[in-house]
């Protein structure tokens, strides 16, 4: 007979997840995992691998929806919340309280904060009242893996290409360890590739500026730009070319400008860098060797291309 924890890996898989993790309650440096269930023992993190296919679109510039499609918007609409359900469905059943957590990506306790993937004008700030966990912090205290140097979560089989969600519960079930780092060199390969220069040496993201360079406010890497694009802006071409500084106040203006591919359902916005930096990191652990998960073909085929976009206007 199976144990709890072998019918819950078989149920994430079977919903189409790839990784489950148990962690102590206890070990979680996120307050949050007992402020929202106050009798839990175990936090079960799931992850569900992001196609690389997902991003060969972007990576060739030839299709640009089916990264925030199926690379992100299906895992977390569709694979996690189903995962999720089951796993509490298996909890519940076996007697135990289930709670699950999936990012809520429209609500943010920070008053001037933002979340590149959706919308700023969609985000309820300042909500001191809903309390949600730290995914990145809690990913590490699961054992899912160790974050990398621009803070994306790297595991051993997809390097940063998952998403995850959780489960905090009272069943006390068989802690995984925590994943000692060692896949993140510091290379810079992440920092390097942001159309937008988004992510500061030291790896801080400056969420604002990644905002605006995340739905395409790089001219030279977006095939979408009309000739004139932030026409009325004096530096416009330093805007295009990824080399100003943008205020919260001044991305806001910027993304407000950046209409040249429809939105995703769910409020997504499409990512037109397709998270470069993350696809950066793939390609140095790729080459590396160090990722389990292998392909009979590097992921990179080509160097990479840059639109010699000039100022026409
Ligand atoms: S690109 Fe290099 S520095 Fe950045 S997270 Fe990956 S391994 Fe670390
Ligand atoms: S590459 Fe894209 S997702 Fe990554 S920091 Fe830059 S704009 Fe943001």
Known sequence: MSTLKEKIIEEIKSAGADIAVFGNADRFRDKNVKFLSPNAKTVICIAARSLRGSRRGVEEGTSYHHFTTVGLETLEETILPMALMRVCNVLEDAGFEALPQRRNQLVMSEDDSTNPEVSYKKIYRGKKAE?????????????????????????????????????????????????????????????????????????TLNRWQCAAYYVGANGTKNPFMPDYAFENEPDRMDIIHGKVSLTPERAREIIDQVNFYPPIRHAYCSSICGKACDTACYIHLEKKGVLSKKFETPFRKRPEWFIPFEDKK
């Open 131 to 203: 309390h949600t966990l730290d995914f990145e912090e809690c990913a590490v205290d699961a054992g899912l893996g160790e974050r990398g140097l621009h803070g994306t979560i790297l595991t051993d089989e997809y390097g940063p290409f998952q998403r995850y969600a959780f489960v905090i519960t009272d069943a006390e079930i068989e802690p995984d360890p925590v994943v000692k780092p060692h896949l993140c060199d510091k290379c810079g390969e992440c920092v390097k590739a942001c159309p937008g220069h988004a992510i500061a040496e030291d790896g």
